[in-house]
Nanobody, 115 residues
Framework: QVQLVESGGGLVQPGGSLRLSCATS????????MAWYRQAPGKQRELVAG???????NYADSVKGRFTISRDNGKKTVYLQMNSLKDEDTAVYYC?????????WGQGTQVTVSS
């Protein structure tokens, strides 16, 4: 019943931009903490950005000033605008919805930054 569907990943040159989207269904979206995580090869999954039910936002230090997270409660969708992309941003990006003991994940979308 619960589904998180990511889109927007791809190959981009350093300095370029991408916008990721995560469309959800089967949850009361407005109540959930929504977040983007990423995992690069050989590294642990890390929190990139999160936005809570009240619209409060947190970013990893590595992406501050470059990435912007937002949510549209009407569309039940969370976005990640990624600007000034660097080689080290290359990873699989995952959408997560969390509330208490409940945690749901999308399948992930590949972002590759390379010249």
């Amino acid at each position: 019943q619960v589904q998180l569907v990511e889109s927007g990943g791809g190959l981009v040159q350093p300095g370029g931009s991408l916008r990721l989207s995560c469309a959800t269904s089967g949850i009361i979206f407005r109540l959930y903490y929504m977040a983007w995580y990423r995992q690069a090869p050989g590294k642990q999954r890390e929190l990139v950005a999160g936005i809570d039910s009240g619209g409060r936002i947190n970013y990893a230090d590595s992406v501050k000033g470059r990435f912007t997270i937002s949510r549209d409660n009407g569309k039940k969708t969370v976005y990640l605008q990624m600007n000034s992309l660097k080689d080290e941003d290359t990873a699989v990006y995952y959408c997560n919805a969390g509330l208490g003991q409940s945690s749901y994940w999308g399948q992930g979308t590949q972002v590759t930054v390379s010249s």
